[in-house]
């Protein structure tokens, strides 16, 4: 396995110094405006967001810069609270992760690698920060608000997270060797507490052809610091987000609304890790009330 990824570092390790992961070079301003009255966090288009500025990001393929998918980002504030949607085209639906699946065969459950769509922002905190993971340029740590349509969507919880990128052994990195040039160390650590759902055990009797393999409950700690409902219809994704601008938890990046903030998203459509689309760095800045 080991060699395995030595392999694809290399073969990724060429392809980002040949088109830098072909990513947007143009830069990409969105703003926030601020709202006395908040929205409803519902995956909905209530009338708060009239006074919302869109803005469309292109999120392209993290290896090859290919396929773009555009995303529909719009943003409002209070004095304490960042609110976020975004809107994306999805023909399919994916809303369980590896369910069960019953095997009439066995008369027993598979649990197969299905994954369920999902959506990502990101801030800096420390370092560098770039939307490359393996670069051997840049070390750095991203807060993360990772949404999982099939796991803490249906209650309403956005799995909060941060990314370590290293180039030196990092408790719960994953080593990936870069053809010689170096190693990079990645972890993907989820913040303190308890988070919104938790894995079934596999069922003894039938209970249907397809069932979910999660099961949802109250978040605790800084993983209930995200709240996030995304909604399906026709073709598309709407989904919402919100925050304190300061949680008090030191494994959050602060937002600072007197000040610029530079954020990128991702976006996985049936998909995972590697096979996700990036979009460039996006410059958050915020209008109104008393922060302008």
């Given amino acids: 396995?080991?060699?395995?990824?030595?392999?694809?570092?290399?073969?990724?390790?060429?392809?980002?110094?040949?088109?830098?992961w072909c990513g947007q070079s143009e830069d990409i301003?969105?703003?926030?405006?601020?709202?006395?009255?908040?929205?409803?966090?519902?995956?909905?288009?209530?009338k708060a967001w009239e006074t919302a500025t869109s803005v469309t990001v292109m999120a392209r393929e993290a290896i090859g810069g290919d396929n773009s998918i555009p995303v529909i980002l719009r943003a409002?504030?209070?004095e304490d609270t960042l609110y976020v949607m975004a809107q994306w085209h999805d023909t399919t639906k994916s809303d369980m992760r590896d369910p069960f699946i019953w095997n009439a065969e066995?008369?027993?459950?598979?649990?197969?690698?299905?994954p369920d769509d999902q959506f990502a922002l990101e801030f800096p905190m420390t370092g560098g920060f770039d939307i490359h993971m393996l670069t051997i340029?840049?070390?750095?740590?991203?807060?993360?608000?990772?949404?999982?349509?099939?796991r803490g969507n249906p209650v309403g919880w956005v799995d909060d997270k941060r990314h370590i990128i290293s180039q030196k052994p990092t408790q719960g990195g994953v080593e990936y060797s870069m053809g010689g040039h170096g190693n990079v160390y990645i972890a993907r650590i989820m913040d303190e507490g308890t988070s919104s759902y938790s894995l079934k055990p596999k069922p003894t009797v039938f209970e249907g052809n397809v069932v979910d393999s999660f099961e949802q409950r109250q978040p605790t700690g800084s993983l209930a610091d995200v709240q996030g409902k995304g909604k399906h219809e026709g073709k598309?994704?709407?989904?919402?987000?919100?925050?304190?601008f300061n949680t008090g938890h030191s494994d959050d990046a602060v937002i600072d609304p007197t000040k610029e903030n530079?954020?990128?998203?991702?976006?996985l459509d049936d998909?995972?890790?590697?096979?996700?689309?990036?979009?460039?760095?996006?410059?958050?800045?915020?209008?109104?009330?008393?922060?302008?």
């Fill in 262 to 267: 530079v954020c990128a998203i991702a976006v």
């Fill in 106 to 114: 066995k008369k027993d459950y598979d649990r197969p690698s299905k």
């Fill in 137 to 150: 340029v840049h070390e750095y740590t991203a807060d993360v608000w990772h949404w999982k349509a099939g």
């Fill in 76 to 78: 409002l504030h209070t």
């Fill in 1 to 20: 396995m080991k060699y395995f990824l030595s392999i694809i570092s290399s073969f990724l390790l060429c392809l980002y110094s040949v088109c830098g």
């Fill in 29 to 46: 301003a969105w703003t926030s405006h601020y709202t006395k009255i908040p929205p409803v966090v519902d995956g909905k288009m209530d």
């Fill in 236 to 244: 598309n994704w709407t989904l919402e987000m919100s925050r304190k």
């Fill in 271 to 292: 998909e995972l890790y590697w096979e996700h689309s990036v979009s460039s760095i996006i410059t958050l800045r915020f209008i109104g009330n008393k922060i302008d």
